[in-house]
């Protein structure tokens, strides 16, 4: 069966093409990064409106490059939630006009499991069960994961996800946006042992990034000036190895707890290098393996949707038109 997935969760617009679950044909994604970074973040209202203008041919590239015709496709899977409500109807009102037309089914998908079926599209795929971290701008969970359907929550953040942490030291630097990309590119030469801050809440599975986030608020207003250029790659250093060194440490503990040897790590924020490297290092002293998809997959994509949308469809799934979208929708709740 050929999928087609939509994602329009946030800023981001995509569409994708999977056949029979594994084969992924294409993958578009049209991104408001350039329109939002002058506001230093994304606005609800723009990013709704941009959805309506590109959710078309975004669909229609994606069809192109699998080289299929609407005709062909045998179902749709697109994001319900959670996610902002304005960009999350534009995808969900595109999904039911095109499947309504042709007459096929759709399934509304979790965002968050969307991420963790993301571990499959990589080359080495993991098996069930695994404990996963979904990490990016809105999000800081630990699920073991069963199924594509059965994930349970194990940790969470109590204030901010490690992304919008990234993002707020990134404008009170005044350094750029996305912020999460221009500290890991600024970090690369900075020294993370520079600068001492807060690892909260260690001994718990839970996350709480408000603290690191009040550390370099407190650092930059005692420097009674701005940090010099050269100063800036030892802060971002710094500042990322204290978020890191949390979300490993927490993850890999998890895994440890439950007695599963397999970790995925999901999510834009997954995209972080240090992040990545810090993982493959630790997991391998832990025994453990870990499987990260590639930077392309851990962002917002429409790949990820497809793969959980095949498996719904496979089991006999069908939802009806009147399916609304949904701001919160917690994973181990469904």
Known sequence: MLILGIESSCDETAAAVLQDGQKLLSNVIASQIRIHEKYGGVVPEIASRKHVEVIVPVILEALEKAGVTLESIGGIAVTRGPGLVGSLLVGLSAAKALAMARNIPFVGVNHLEGHVASAFLADEKPAFPFVALVVSGGHTNIYVVQDFDRMRLVGQTRDDAAGEAFDKAAKL????????????????????????????MKDSLEFSFSGVK?????????????????????IAASYQEAIVDVLVDKTLRAAEMQAIGQVAVVGGVAANSRLRARFQEDAWKRGIRVFIPPPVFCTDNAAMIAVVGHHALARGRRDPFDLNALSRWPVDTL
Do not use: H
């Open 173 to 200: 630097l005044d350094i750029g946006y996305p912020g999460g990309v221009v500290i890991d590119r600024l970090a690369k030469s900075g020294n993370p042992e520079a600068l001492s801050f807060p690892r909260s």
């Open 214 to 234: 009040t550390a370099l608020l407190t650092y930059m207003k005692k420097r009674q000036s701005p940090p010099l250029p050269e100063e800036i790659p030892d």
